[in-house]
DNA sequence: GTGAAAGCGCTAACAG
DNA sequence: CTGTTAGCGCTTTCAC
């Protein structure tokens, strides 16, 4: 069960271990045919080498952990391709981990990146993350962290966002053009970005086009599926259905269906539904879901880009980036 | 930049290193009193053990790697939640990779995780792999490797699929009873146990009722939607619709639900569809797809069970497992 | 109960 | 161009 080490390729060869490192690793002041012999032996020995030792003595493992708040999900699985893609292009693995938005394994998780020395750390926090006491571990170790899809309001590590806010104004302009008066928001969690920023735009839309905002249908707490049908059923209950329903996530979404289905309500005619996301299901979606797309490739190339920049150097400014999503109108409003 | 170490632990304390180790790691031979010292330094100086220097002692690293051919893909994305779940039960994590359906891109993984020293590797082999060479590295380096849902017909490791014969065996002759007689199957791979024995219980079904095949209605080398969506296109064009086309994957159902409303054929009047996987999407198809669902966390618990058990029991026979999956029946047949 | 010494596989600094 | 030495952080004898 003892793997082949440098030491036998040296031994084999009768040359010094050193000797081997340096050829292996292309070193210039090692002649062609040195290298060739060693490079023939490691062949035929059925070489690999041993990262754990390289890592030891380099103090770097080129590697990158990543927490996501989930997987069996269209945006996250895609955006860890790109992580994986992005990452692979700089010469770093992803040792990707997924906390269920669950903010205990987060902190466990980040420990454990940090017990096998990650280079860097990307992490959208889970739904339920408050507090701060993992993210001062990792600024005590000074190992740089990118906040990606979603961040604390806490501005000493990068972030990497779609522009929430922006996007979210411009799909209510969009609807308000389009002759809807009367909305209602579901979904978001007061102490995430994205949520925020989401119902801060929503908000602005309707302000600055003088329509009223009606507090008991602005709903927040919440990001899934089981939300949105509960709080649908809930605003039925109370009479208070709006003519358009601006949902912070696709899954919130997905619940409002469900419950509309449930209810006897007609999408869009009794009640039109604009999501956040773009799932892959939500063109499925009977009718078809609009909502808002994001740059997922991008986000992805952009976070890894910059935690790599700021791991190879350390000084580097922490930078916030916010990119553009896009509406994606289909036959639900 | 530099993290704190053991060393440094004992220095404070003015002790040596062993009992630093030896305390945090419980060694019944060290007082409580020493350990609490120990602990209590540790903690207050913010130390997280290096695994990198603990695996290069222990030769483990208490690390599975997983290797599966897509991510953004809901069956393959719930696989990877069941098996983080069984692997950190057992005190072990999951370095993931994603091969893209790449035979090379999985060979560098293979090689990749080698160097990582993981102790094992669970993976669901590419659509495109057709040769053993990286398998063979696994088996000369002693590596447990457990085949999760695709196999290769290569029997040197242990196999966790589903029972992909009988199943589609049962669904097809539920389909006879159910009145059809004219058939078609689309999709799977001839070297890839899951594509092979689909097709092989399908073939079955018909003879055992004495019902016609039709190799022009059989058509295999691919499990995409591209796949499906080309080959219905093809079956209308030369004529050859069948009454019901079994699906070797939910994605080649997908093609063809999207062929069909290219062309104006009606799901399940002129053709009925069955699918292999239940992907979530399949439930809000219109119509919704029949297909066969697979026993995802059940695979996935086996699947670690089994590697831990080798990775802890080298001499431990290889094994072969079979989970049911079941028929769902909706509205496409 | 505690500690000194040795080594896991690798590389970097320095000497020749 | 090649080799010697030393050390990364940890654990495991074995001695005290």
Redesign the interface.
Known sequence: ?R?VSQAEIAEKLDISRTTVTKALNDDPNISDRTKEKVKGAAQEL?Y??????R??VNNR?MTIGLIVP?????F???L??GI?NAANMRGY?I????S?EDCEREEKMI??M????VDGIVMGISETTTSLDSFQ?VE???IPLVFLDRALPYHHFSEITTNDFEITYNAIEFTIQKGYKNFGFLGGQPHLSSGVNREMGYRKALKDHNLSIDENQIITGGYSKQFGYENLIELHKLNSLPELLFCATDEVALGVYKAAKKLGIKIPDDVAVIGFGDL??AR???PPLTTISMPIDKLAEEAIATLVAEIEN?NREKTVNKLEGSLIVRKSI
Not at 70 to 74: D, L
Not at 114 to 117: D, N, P, S
């Open positions: 069960m793997r059925g690999i080498v041993n990262n754990i030792g890592s030891l493992t989930k997987i069996a999900h269209s996250y699985s895609t860890l391709e994986y693995d040792i990707p981990m997924v269920f420990r454990k940090l017990a096998m020395h571990i005590k170790n000074n892959e299901i499925y979606l009977n350390p």
